[in-house]
């Protein structure tokens, strides 16, 4: 059975998720203060989706994903927010977020969300279970196990820059525009969020690349987007 935390501060949407997830054979732990979420979910791998409300009293949903992130945490995080501004969404995407809904949502809009989030998860226990890893030039990606080496030094990515690692280096020199990466990646339609496929290509290259300007692994195919090194 799975395990989703949900932390939010508003009862009754609170209980309106936790209602709605038990329809996905789901048990969850409700948490209405920010800083006594993150005080539990950073002890350990205590959930398999995390529904995280942005405006908390204690610590924000904001940082409160940041610093998940930043412990190496791998947990699909879905955010909830009262705003709809622009700004709002792309930090919510930049913090590690993986995906975004605005209040007041849709049952129905609510259920497709964590239904994609829950089958990532189930996709990557599968894949544990019949690993599958690439190499190139001292670049290592065990995709079952989510893990990243250079040169036999592990590499800590969020969520979304391994799976943009993952898809680029799973069909080397192919260009995917960055509409298609978000598509792809993200799997709903972020129109007009480009630049935030831009700013997660930029970290990933400061993470793997010798000389972030002189990319070995993720090239930029000018005009177009970005694809992975096919060269021998």
Known sequence: MKQVVIVEDDKDIAELVSLHLEDFQCETRHFANGLEAFTYLSAGDKADLIVLDVNLPGMNGLEICRK????????????????????DKVLGLETGADDYLT?????????????ALLRRVEFDTKSEANPKIISYKGLQIDIGKRKVSLEG??????PKEFDLLTLLISNPGVTFDRKELLDKVWSHDYEGYEHTVNSHINRLRAKIEKDPNNPVYVLTSWGVGYRFNDAD
């Open 68 to 87: 998940l992130r930043g412990l190496g945490s791998h947990v699909p995080i879905l955010m909830l927010t009262a705003r709809s501004e622009e700004i």
């Open 103 to 115: 209040k007041p949502f849709s049952v129905r809009e609510l259920a497709a969300r964590v239904k």
């Open 153 to 158: 030094e592990r590499m800590e990515l969020t």
